[in-house]
C-alpha cells in the first residue's frame, strides 16, 4: 500500500519540455521531503531536485534554472517541470523521499533528449 508510480516520460528534442508526474500512495508521503531522482546511462543515481513538505526547493546544480518540482500534499503527488532540456538530461528519472528508502522505488520514467 505504499506505492511510487511515476509517469510523463518520453522523447523530446534538445531544448524542449517535459513534466514527469509522481502518484504517492499511502499518508506517510504526506509527512516528509519529496524529491526527483534520475540514474544517468552507466552512472550512479543522484539527486536532481526536493521538496519540503513547507515547499522549499533544492536542486542538483547542473538543472537550476531548468528544472521545477512542486508538489500537491493534499493529492499526494510529486511533479517535475523540466525545460530546456540537453541530451545530458537523458536519464530514467524516480521519485522517492528524502534521504531516499530502497523499498519505495517504482518503476521510473524513461527521458531520452536527442535530435
Known amino acids: 500500500q505504499v506505492q511510487l508510480v511515476e509517469s510523463g516520460g518520453g522523447w523530446v528534442q534538445p531544448g524542449g519540455s517535459l513534466r514527469l508526474s509522481c502518484a504517492a500512495s499511502?499518508?506517510?508521503?504526506?509527512?516528509?521531503?519529496m524529491g526527483w531522482y534520475r540514474q544517468l546511462p552507466g552512472q550512479q543515481r543522484e539527486l536532481v531536485a526536493s521538496v519540503t513538505v513547507g515547499g522549499m526547493t533544492n536542486y542538483l546544480d547542473s538543472v537550476k534554472g531548468r528544472f521545477t518540482i512542486s508538489r500537491d500534499i493534499a493529492k499526494n503527488t510529486v511533479w517535475l517541470q523540466m525545460t530546456s532540456l540537453k541530451p545530458e538530461d537523458t536519464a530514467v528519472y524516480y521519485c522517492n523521499v528524502v534521504p531516499l528508502r530502497e523499498g519505495y522505488w517504482g518503476q521510473g520514467t524513461q527521458v531520452t533528449v536527442s535530435s
Open positions: 499511502g499518508s506517510i508521503f504526506r509527512f516528509t521531503t
